[in-house]
């Protein structure tokens, strides 16, 4: 497994989405992630450290582990089926180390908050998909900022 990092969040106007790009720290590998515009924002929330005004379902999701007193420990990009991600997260309780299945931008936006590393599978990288804006979206200097919803 490969760990990676949130790079940044593009909107792409052919497909009026958002890409999620992620990035190992070499810079050997980029994986693209499409996302919805929800998605989108909760990411770049968690990683400003912006609070919300209440409660997001990342937030409510986290203080539930907490009082639970589950902690995460990692999530991973499972796999890539006909163009869908699939994720799970990792978890450790006091009695045992559990996983369960999320979207992979659910996965992403919970990482974030709870400062926990993400990682993808050397196959899944293997499978990036090929998409012809995809190499211009990433000598875009700019990154997109996800829009108020």
């Given at each position: ?76 990009i ?5 163009g ?11 009695s ?54």
């Amino acid at each position: 497994m490969i760990e990676m990092f949130v790079r940044e969040i593009f909107f792409d106007g052919s497909t009026k989405s958002y890409i999620l790009i992620l990035q190992d720290e070499q810079k050997e590998w980029t994986l693209p992630i499409w996302i919805g515009p929800f998605e989108a924002q909760a990411i770049s929330m968690g990683r400003a450290g912006t609070p919300p005004e209440r409660p997001q379902t990342h937030d409510l999701f986290l203080g539930l582990l907490d009082h639970l007193k589950i902690k995460i420990l990692s999530t991973v990009i499972m796999k890539v089926e006909d163009g869908t991600f699939f994720a799970s997260l990792h978890l450790l309780s006091e009695s045992s180390e559990f996983s369960i299945d999320a979207r992979p931008s659910d996965a992403i936006a919970i990482a974030i908050r709870a400062q926990a590393p993400i990682f993808a599978k050397e196959e899944v990288l293997h499978q990036i998909p090929d998409h012809p804006d995809f190499k211009q979206l990433l000598d875009s200097p700019e990154e997109s900022e996800p829009p108020d919803v």
